[in-house]
T-cell receptor, first 113, second 116 residues
Framework: KAGVTQTPRYLIKTRGQQVTLSCSPI?????VSWYQQTPGQGLQFLFE???????NKGNFPGRFSGRQFSNSRSEMNVSTLELGDSALYLC????????????FGPGTRLLVL | AQTVTQSQPEMSVQEAETVTLSCTYD???????LFWYKQPPSRQMILVIR??????QNATENRFSVNFQKAAKSFSLKISDSQLGDTAMYFC?????????????FGKGTKLSVKP
């Protein structure tokens, strides 16, 4: 099976712009979770989608949003970018059942100038 | 709130030796899962091993094993016969069985260097 894929792999944006990141889960997986990784804060949970519904949400401002499509692919959007949004954004997929292991994609490295 | 603490920011080990990475967590829950993930310099996060809290037997995966002490809320990872390919960041993670499955809580990580 193909693994979790994320596009694009690298992005450079300027403050105030918005950005959309994409994640394609492993075939058959219905849950997609997003995490932000920074040197200072480490790995922080953004949100999780299951069957096109947001099932859980971390403590991030409303500028961070996401959605999931019927084929389980997911997108996350960050509006009005700030310098502090520079990070590696990781997506992980799983079957969505209780306690299933999450499998991570390679990440999208976002740099905000 | 659940927290995960990895007290060793960096460690090094000689090739073929054994190393133990520490992890402690804080939770009031009784049913949860613990994980060790590895993130090599290429950045792809890979699952190393997982442990269900209700299981008393420590999980093992080839050269990787854990020492799970539920009462002490400790979950250490032992790597035997270390290999150069084990060089990576190692993250301990926790998830609560009763809530949404998607939320992993991570420690800050331990950077492991395996030296030839």
């Amino acid at each position: 099976k193909a693994g979790v894929t994320q596009t694009p792999r690298y992005l450079i944006k300027t403050r105030g712009q918005q950005v959309t990141l994409s994640c394609s889960p492993i075939s058959g997986h219905r849950s997609v979770s997003w995490y932000q990784q920074t040197p200072g804060q480490g790995l922080q949970f953004l949100f999780e989608y299951f069957s096109e519904t947001q099932r859980n949400k971390g403590n991030f401002p409303g500028r961070f949003s996401g959605r999931q499509f019927s084929n389980s692919r997911s997108e996350m959007n960050v509006s009005t970018l700030e310098l502090g949004d520079s990070a590696l954004y990781l997506c992980a997929s799983s079957l969505g059942l209780a306690m299933e292991t999450q499998y991570f994609g390679p990440g999208t490295r976002l740099l905000v100038l | 709130a659940q927290t995960v603490t990895q007290s060793q920011p960096e460690m090094s080990v000689q090739e073929a030796e054994t190393v133990t990475l520490s992890c402690t967590y804080d939770t009031s829950e009784n049913n949860y899962y613990l994980f060790w993930y590895k993130q090599p310099p290429s950045r792809q996060m890979i699952l190393v091993i997982r442990q269900e809290a209700y299981k008393q037997q420590n999980a093992t995966e080839n050269r990787f094993s854990v020492n799970f002490q539920k009462a002490a809320k400790s979950f250490s990872l032992k790597i035997s016969d270390s290999q150069l390919g084990d060089t990576a960041m190692y993250f301990c993670a926790f998830t609560y069985a009763g809530g949404s499955q998607g939320n992993l809580i991570f420690g800050k990580g331990t950077k492991l260097s395996v030296k030839p």
